[in-house]
């Protein structure tokens, strides 16, 4: 597949001489903009679904209330009031920073969900793309069956089935795993971080079982025929082969968990409040808009950090043709 | 294919091509520059009562006469035809069977729908309704929203010819209340106390009633982990001014707020409390939470409606200081935005109906209305067969167990009582400051 691909592009790259003097030297008699003006319903997508709403964050967060305290935008630059963004910032790094509890729960629940994904997803993901056989369609119906339901909905799900008297206890009783009922409900990190896992791991799935089913089986054979024991290979071959799934899958997991409020919401607690819930409660809370859009932009930033990092990663898996 | 087709575009020129495109389009900037500074065109014109409506909003002690910006309807305004009545109101809230299938039936003539929406939080509610994204013909907000929506015209005065339930059937406190002198904009809805609801199959009554300060059960840490709390900062924060003696539940003082926050910070230290709005008629009736601050309303929901089949009626309990605690009610206006000003006074005047609105409160959402025919000491029977779910008399009316006496709410604790009202914006500020410190969990 990969030498297929590589084979025109084994021709030096085009010099920036050679493409000042644009494609007509090629053969070509498209004009300069032509190509470029494919992007054109790219760029009109993102502008009006990401640029404007984005720009619209900026002037809430930077605007004001009116009369009942509800976020009043302000879109002119020069009107913009930046002291609910310093004030949402003290609350992180100032004398009393009781936003930093959250932020510091998000750190760790995230990170631990992601990889719980990571760990029973791969498992899942090895299985199907290896031992799937026929089974294979089945069993990639079977994890995006849920899907079909809303992530809120199975939450909600989650709830009466976790209440003191709701079916997991039951079991648990009857198991003599327990004495008394679990009150998994009263704000325990376990139930949040196992909530996240469970609401996004299929997102963790898909792209592990994409990759993991392209690799080539000869390449595992050649690792077992130099003498490498199973384990041995799975370190050496399968797994960098599937580094690139890996990270895509935890930046598609974590992104969408540091925003998440409503698994805390549903099942959670006040004492295992994450970033998400900051912003839903700014949001909820009257005169709270411009300080949700400041949490916003704060986490955006934050956020910016491992995602620059993974496309440092993606891109320089694609210069050594990974 | 020819190869020269075959050549892919450099990712900078394809970079620069789409830059070059995102710049084509129309400049932003330009077109908001049109626009002036949002909130900087006060609504209110400084010196005049409205204003000094904003700065000293209506207490029992002050009452407001809320300013008329047009004229009521007139009385013998036909009723619209093939009209869809829009009721705007908290989520059920109301009972669909009566407020939409009976008022269906009674216009029937007229071919009358009815539609109802539910809304789950009210600051939302209103910037739909300002910004027409909900075009309501009838709305429900409380007393503290009413002076604002008088103010950003929003809401029509009421024609009270067509109302006359109002005086036929409710409590001469809502006749004309201070909030809204001569029921100019607003007919009451239902009434509320908030205290504490409990299990007695868990707590008894002493347990809570019997201590010098019954708010303080909720900061037991016997019962961490069961205890729950509503997440509304003015509810929750006022509860624990009351806890601390302060009687101000609108008060702007940074002291007295401050103290209320650190004893809820306090108060999550001790028994990790569920914070919902929801928490005491759906998780104290599957009793998963055993007690729990509770609006009256919400505790006869959960023993009426909520509770799985086969509860005893004597596990509720509700306590609620004789001596004033924090009481109020809800509305019913007319917002501007709706299309049916006549069919929704004949709404108002429907829910008011002696029968509807007792069958409202009894059958379906457990919230009193103000009627002069409820007879509170008629809800409390001495005694109540315990192994029946829900009970009602042999006429239909419904009896509260002895747990639940408390729950009743009379005329006389309004004039004990404290009612949550409009703040200035810089109190507003300080509840909401404390209340966001109280929901990070720090």
Redesign the interface.
């Known amino acids: 597949m990969r030498s297929e691909v590589a084979a025109?592009e084994a021709a030096p790259e085009?010099t920036a001489e050679r493409?000042a003097r644009g494609?007509r030297e090629?053969?070509?008699w498209y004009p300069r903009?032509y190509?470029?003006?494919f992007?054109?319903p790219?760029?009109l997508w993102l502008?009006l679904l990401f640029v404007?709403p984005f720009?619209v964050v900026l002037a809430i967060a930077f605007?004001?209330?009116?009369?009942?305290?509800?976020p009043?935008?302000?879109?002119?630059p020069w009107?913009w009031s930046f002291a609910t963004f310093n004030q949402t910032l003290t609350?992180f790094v100032g004398t009393?920073p009781?936003?930093?509890?959250?932020l510091i729960?998000t750190l760790v629940y995230v990170p631990a969900a992601s990889l719980s994904c990571l760990v029973l997803g791969y498992v899942v993901a090895y299985f199907v793309a290896r031992h799937g056989g026929r089974l294979k369609g089945l069993y990639l119906v079977l994890l995006i069956s849920p899907f079909f339901i809303s992530y809120l909905m199975r939450i909600y799900a989650w709830q009466s089935l976790l209440?003191?008297?709701g079916v997991i206890n039951r079991f648990l009783i009857k198991l003599h795993l327990t004495s008394a009922p679990v009150?998994w409900?009263?704000?325990r990190p376990v139930t949040v971080v196992l909530g996240l896992v469970y609401g996004y791991i299929p997102y963790m799935i898909l792209p592990l079982y994409g990759q993991l089913d392209r690799i080539d089986q000869s390449l595992l054979e050649s690792g077992r025929d130099l003498g490498a024991s199973p384990a041995r290979t799975f370190l050496r071959v399968t797994l960098p082969l599937s580094r690139q799934a890996i990270l895509a899958g935890l930046v598609i997991v974590s992104l969408p968990m540091f925003g998440d409020y409503f698994t805390n919401n549903l099942i959670g607690?006040?004492?295992?409040?994450m970033y998400g819930?900051?912003i839903d409660?700014?949001v909820?809370?009257?005169?709270?808009g411009p300080?949700a859009g400041s949490l916003v932009l704060i986490l955006v930033v934050l956020l910016l950090i491992p995602l620059a990092y993974y496309l440092r990663s993606t891109k320089r898996a694609t210069e050594a043709g990974l | 294919m020819?190869?020269?087709?075959?050549?892919l575009?450099?990712r900078r020129?394809?970079l620069?091509?789409?830059g070059?495109?995102?710049l084509a389009?129309p400049s932003?900037g330009a077109l908001?520059?049109a626009?002036a500074?949002?909130?900087?065109q006060q609504?209110v014109a400084s010196g005049t009562s409205i204003e000094n409506l904003?700065a000293h909003p209506a207490r029992r002690d002050n009452p407001v006469t809320l300013p008329l910006f047009e004229q009521p309807i007139a009385p013998d305004t036909p009723i619209e035809r093939d009209a869809t009545l829009k009721i705007y109101n908290w989520d059920y809230y109301i009972w669909p069977k009566l407020a939409r299938d009976a008022f269906e039936k009674k216009f029937a003539d007229y071919n009358v729908k009815v539609e109802i929406t539910w809304f789950y939080?009210i600051?939302?509610a209103?910037?739909k309704l300002?910004s027409g994204q909900v075009q309501a013909d009838v709305f429900f907000p409380d007393p503290s929203?009413l002076t604002?929506l008088v103010?950003?015209k929003q809401l029509r005065p009421l024609q009270q010819e067509l109302i006359p339930n109002l005086a036929a059937n409710y409590w001469p406190e809502f006749q004309n209340p201070f909030y809204d002198q001569k029921w100019r904009y607003s007919v009451p809805y239902a009434i509320y106390t908030t205290g504490i609801a409990y299990r007695r199959d868990h707590l008894n009554d002493d347990e809570v009633g019997g201590r010098d300060n019954p708010y303080e059960v909720l900061w037991d840490p016997t019962w961490k982990?069961?205890v729950s709390i509503y997440d509304d900062?003015r509810e929750t924060i006022g509860m624990a001014l009351l806890k601390n003696g302060i009687t101000d539940v609108n008060t702007g003082n940074p002291d007295a707020i401050n103290t209320a926050k650190e004893d809820l910070l306090g108060m999550?230290d001790a028994t990790?409390?569920?914070?919902k709005i929801n928490g005491i008629y759906v998780?104290m009736a599957?009793?998963?939470m055993w007690v729990g601050q509770s609006w009256s309303g919400d505790i006869v929901n959960a023993y009426v409606y909520n509770a799985?089949p086969g509860t005893p009626n004597d596990v509720w309990g509700y306590w609620y200081p004789q001596n004033g605690g924090m009481i109020g009610n809800d509305l019913m206006v007319i917002p501007k935005g709706g299309q049916n000003p006549r069919l929704a006074h004949e709404f108002l005047n429907f829910m008011l109906d002696q029968k509807n609105s007792y069958l409202n409160f009894a059958d379906y959402n457990g919230y009193q209305s103000p009627m002069t025919s409820i007879n509170p000491d008629a809800l409390v029977p001495a005694k109540l067969p315990t192994k029946i779910d829900v009970a009602y008399d042999a006429a239909g009316n419904l009896l509260y167990p002895t747990g639940l006496s408390q729950a009743v709410v009379v005329p006389e604790q309004f004039d004990k009582g404290y009612t949550l009202l409009e703040m200035t914006?810089a109190a507003?500020?300080l509840w909401?400051d404390a209340?966001?410190?109280?929901?990070?969990?720090?």
């Open positions: 025109p085009p493409r494609n090629s053969g070509a903009w190509w470029p003006s992007a054109t790219a760029i502008a404007l720009y605007g004001t209330v009116d009369i009942f305290q509800n009043l935008p302000v879109y002119q009107y609350r009393n009781f936003y930093k509890p959250a729960r209440l003191t008297d009150n409900l009263s704000g607690g006040v004492k295992t409040s819930n900051l409660n700014a909820a809370s009257p005169g709270g300080q | 020819h190869p020269a087709r075959r050549r575009i450099s020129d394809f620069r091509g789409a070059g495109t995102a389009l932003l908001l520059e626009c500074k949002p909130g900087s609504p904003l939080d600051n939302p209103i910037a300002q929203e604002r103010i950003a982990g069961r900062y999550i990790d409390p569920y914070k998780r599957h009793d998963d799985p914006p507003n500020q909401t209340w966001d410190e109280i929901s990070a969990g720090a």
